[in-house]
């Protein structure tokens, strides 16, 4: 059943604000590309303020196979990821970030282990120079965690830089929820999967749109996305502290009775007062946190709006 029709590749770029980035990034891809396949871009704007926009437009005009949506206000990486994969025609799917963080020149790697048969080629960076420590740090820790708690295995380090095919975007669509982790669904689903591992460049020019606390949410977002284990701690914590207090109870009532020492101590008294207080509060934040995911999911709103888009040939 050999059909001679070129298979469709959609190159789907999330962006935020790049103006600088995606002539040169746009570039770095076409030289990479070869003719064995036909190939659209889907560039989208999540909400830029700056000449994101219209240079998409440029783009498009300039070369046919350029195409974009554009958000109406900033709804994040993930969502415009999502929507990228929602709109694309593509037999597979590759998606990278705009700042050339992801190099390009891995793309014919990752379209030869497609055509091996891999339904999912995901990719893993390679953490030596390129990010901070802090940055690396924290990644590490959060995979750690991540994987001690959930029963989906998420790699260390990977990347929103993947290749999809067909079956698994047409899965990918279906997901409507609101807090998107796409690495943890894409690792959730299944399907032949295999990866690279890349070394990441510095980014090309601009600053990362992931502040700390927005990395911290996303950790939080991944986690509870893929484990209900933090509502539990709560249960084991309890039965713990409740063992260590009737433990001690014990050790009081005995030496109450058989010696003729007091128990002093007011300090004691306060400082267990206040650890019961803290973990007590932050299991409540753990059980608002799943309590908060689930009055939002259980709106259904869109992940995205788009305002304009030039989707056609
Ligand atoms: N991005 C986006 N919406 C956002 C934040 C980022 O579309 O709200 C895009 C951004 O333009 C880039 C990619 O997501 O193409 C990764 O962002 P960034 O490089 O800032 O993240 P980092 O590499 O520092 O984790
Ligand atoms: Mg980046």
Redesign the pocket.
Known sequence: MTTNRKKLVSII??????EE?LLPLYQNIVDVLDDEMNYEFIL?D???QDGTLSLLKQMSINDSRVKYLSFSR????Q???KAGIDFAQGDCSIT????L?HPPKLIPQLLQLWKQGYEVVYTTRDDSDANGFL?KLTSRLFYVFINKLSSTYIHQGSA?FRLLDRKVMNELQKVTENYLFIRGLVAWMGFKQTSVSYQ?NE?FK?????SFY??ARFAIIGITSFSIKPLRMSLYLGLVIALLSFIYGLYAVFVTLFTDKALVGWGSIIASILFIGGIQLVMLGVVGEYLGKLFIENKRRPNYIIREQNMTE
């Open positions: 770029v999330p962006c935020f604000n790049e980035n989208v999540d909400g830029s900033n709804f994040g990486h969502n415009a990821i990278l970030d705009a700042d963080q940055k929103d990441p980014r601009g600053k990362s749109k992931y927005k990395m």
